[in-house]
């Protein structure tokens, strides 16, 4: 049989995209109306639907306010209680906007997420040499992660933005623009450190020395230069000390008794999907069982096989961007920010965004390897079972049970394998 008639749902799922490409006035008639749809569900739920809010942009914009008044940033709640837990830059970048109405900021917050959207797309398709092939990948890679990209669309979070500076910085690195790319790798972390923050460790093993100085640089500027120069020396510090402080005691042993435990850290919250809290779900029966015996054990095979896979990873990844394929280099920095989303001790189901990065470098693949082959079915398979087990993230209890992580484990498994076995030299 010819191998271009074997038919597989990702092939089926090429063609419903392709039909679409193919229709652009009816491509985008859809795409303004789902955006438009989701505007108006947005604005109800951020801007004018009764309080209290459940929205992140809230609590950012609290943080604002507080620079603005001298008040305590990371002790500042909004109306549900919630704290500021990012570094200082980004509630210093929304000043200029604390004092507009809420509704305003919400129609202004999600219009960047979808400019952010379209802009992940966009680049996305660009990363590679056949346009067309790098957009039907784009929007497959979309498709497979809409419900946290929504979540993140909807309840006011960095999720989607954090895609973008992901891949605007990987566009950069294949573009051969290092400093650029170094200076907004730390743009993008000193705004949220998880998950971008391991690529660090590509760019040394790869060498990108213009890289690795530039982003030194960058965050030398954006946590220090541009805050100190905003609300002073001084206080910036004191941010700086407090946020290092507040996030060191959440994680520890003792994480129970910090004021953020309950919002963010605790792993008996269901949409904390971690390795580590779905290991601890299922280890303890409750949260008072877990107080009561520690979790020495989880912790520390959860730390130890995330650094002995950081080195292996490393390891398998060092060879220069010359050297490679810009296939097999989106697949190696695709699997850097997936690893720190699954060992570390929080990872909620909207910083699944992230998936977008491992199934562009999945679709990438599958477009050009033989259907019936080991490696396409492999990754297929891998893609559809992480597709499927994110939408259970907001399923009770399947939530709670993990399937998520479990998902998105084995997909970052049978890519880290797809990425070991594969000749270097050879190009797709």
Same mark, same amino acid.
């Given at each position: 049989?010819?191998?271009?008639?074997?038919?597989?749902?990702?092939?089926?799922?090429?063609?419903?995209?392709?039909?679409?490409?193919?229709?652009?006035?009816?491509?985008?008639?859809?795409?303004?109306?789902?955006?438009?749809?989701?505007?108006?569900?947005?604005?109800?739920?951020?801007?004018?639907?009764?309080?209290?809010?459940?929205?992140?942009?809230?609590?950012?914009?609290?943080?604002?306010?507080?620079?603005?008044?001298?008040?305590?940033?990371?002790?500042?709640?909004?109306?549900?209680?919630?704290?500021?837990?990012?570094?200082?830059?980004?509630?210093?970048?929304?000043?200029?906007?604390?004092?507009? #109405?809420?509704?305003?900021?919400?129609?202004?917050?999600?219009?960047?997420?979808?400019?952010?959207?379209?802009?992940?797309?966009?680049?996305?398709?660009?990363?590679?040499?056949?346009?067309?092939?790098?957009?039907?990948?784009?929007?497959?890679?979309?498709?497979?992660?809409?419900?946290?990209?929504?979540?993140?669309?909807?309840?006011?979070?960095?999720?989607?933005?954090?895609?973008?500076?992901?891949?605007?910085?990987?566009?950069?690195?294949?573009?051969?623009?290092?400093?650029?790319?170094?200076?907004?790798?730390?743009?993008?972390?000193? !705004?949220?450190?998880?998950?971008?923050?391991?690529?660090?460790?590509?760019?040394?093993?790869?060498?990108?020395?213009?890289?690795?100085?530039?982003?030194?640089?960058?965050?030398?500027?954006?946590?220090?230069?541009?805050?100190?120069?905003?609300?002073?020396?001084?206080?910036?510090?004191?941010?700086?000390?407090?946020?290092?402080?507040?996030?060191?005691?959440?994680?520890?042993?003792?994480?129970?008794?910090?004021?953020?435990?309950?919002?963010?850290?605790?792993?008996?919250?269901?949409?904390?999907?971690?390795?580590?809290?779905?290991?601890?779900?299922?280890?303890?029966?409750?949260?008072?069982?877990?107080?009561?015996?520690?979790?020495?054990?989880?912790?520390?095979?959860?730390?130890?096989?995330?650094?002995?896979?950081?080195? =292996?990873?490393?390891?398998?990844?060092?060879?220069?961007?010359?050297?490679?394929?810009?296939?097999?280099?989106?697949?190696?920095?695709?699997?850097?920010?997936?690893? =720190? !989303?699954?060992?570390?001790?929080?990872?909620?189901?909207?910083?699944?965004?992230?998936?977008?990065?491992?199934?562009?470098?999945?679709?990438?693949?599958?477009?050009?390897? #033989?259907?019936?082959?080991?490696?396409?079915?492999?990754?297929?398979?891998?893609?559809?079972?992480?597709?499927?087990?994110?939408?259970?993230?907001?399923?009770?209890?399947?939530?709670?049970?993990?399937? #998520?992580?479990?998902?998105?484990?084995?997909?970052?498994?049978?890519?880290?394998?797809?990425?070991?076995?594969?000749?270097?030299?050879?190009?797709?």
């Amino acid at each position: 049989m010819n191998e271009k008639n074997i038919r597989t749902p990702v092939s089926l799922l090429f063609q419903v995209v392709d039909f679409f490409l193919r229709h652009k006035r009816l491509c985008i008639l859809l795409v303004v109306t789902f955006f438009v749809g989701v505007g108006i569900s947005t604005l109800f739920r951020g801007g004018i639907g009764p309080p209290p809010r459940r929205t992140d942009l809230t609590v950012f914009l609290r943080a604002a306010e507080a620079i603005q008044s001298g008040e305590h940033i990371y002790l500042v709640t909004n109306a549900r209680g919630w704290y500021y837990v990012y570094l200082p830059m980004f509630a210093i970048l929304l000043t200029p906007f604390a004092q507009l #109405p809420l509704l305003v900021n919400t129609f202004l917050w999600y219009m960047l997420s979808v400019a952010a959207l379209c802009g992940t797309i966009f680049l996305s398709a660009r990363l590679v040499q056949n346009r067309l092939l790098g957009m039907r990948a784009a929007i497959m890679a979309a498709l497979f992660c809409v419900p946290s990209l929504l979540e993140s669309m909807t309840r006011g979070q960095l999720g989607v933005i954090s895609v973008f500076l992901a891949i605007a910085v990987l566009y950069l690195y294949v573009r051969g623009r290092a400093v650029w790319a170094g200076l907004l790798f730390a743009f993008a972390v000193v !705004l949220k450190v998880s998950p971008l923050a391991p690529l660090i460790v590509l760019f040394l093993v790869k060498r990108e020395w213009k890289i690795c100085v530039a982003a030194c640089l960058g965050f030398f500027f954006f946590i220090w230069v541009f805050p100190s120069f905003a609300i002073g020396t001084e206080q910036n510090w004191f941010f700086l000390t407090e946020w290092n402080r507040i996030l060191s005691h959440a994680i520890s042993d003792a994480g129970h008794t910090s004021h953020i435990w309950g919002q963010l850290v605790t792993p008996f919250d269901a949409d904390n999907q971690s390795v580590y809290a779905v290991l601890t779900r299922w280890v303890w029966p409750s949260e008072a069982a877990l107080l009561n015996h520690g979790n020495f054990w989880v912790r520390w095979v959860v730390r130890a096989f995330g650094a002995a896979t950081l080195f =292996m990873l490393a390891f398998i990844s060092r060879h220069k961007r010359s050297q490679i394929s810009r296939q097999r280099l989106v697949l190696e920095y695709s699997l850097f920010p997936m690893l =720190m !989303l699954l060992v570390s001790p929080v990872s909620e189901i909207h910083h699944y965004t992230m998936l977008f990065v491992l199934f562009l470098s999945t679709f990438f693949y599958l477009e050009e390897l #033989p259907r019936n082959s080991v490696s396409y079915q492999s990754l297929m398979w891998g893609a559809l079972i992480a597709a499927l087990t994110h939408i259970t993230g907001y399923i009770p209890p399947l939530d709670c049970w993990g399937f #998520p992580a479990i998902g998105a484990f084995v997909f970052w498994c049978v890519l880290f394998v797809f990425l070991a076995r594969k000749p270097v030299s050879d190009v797709v």
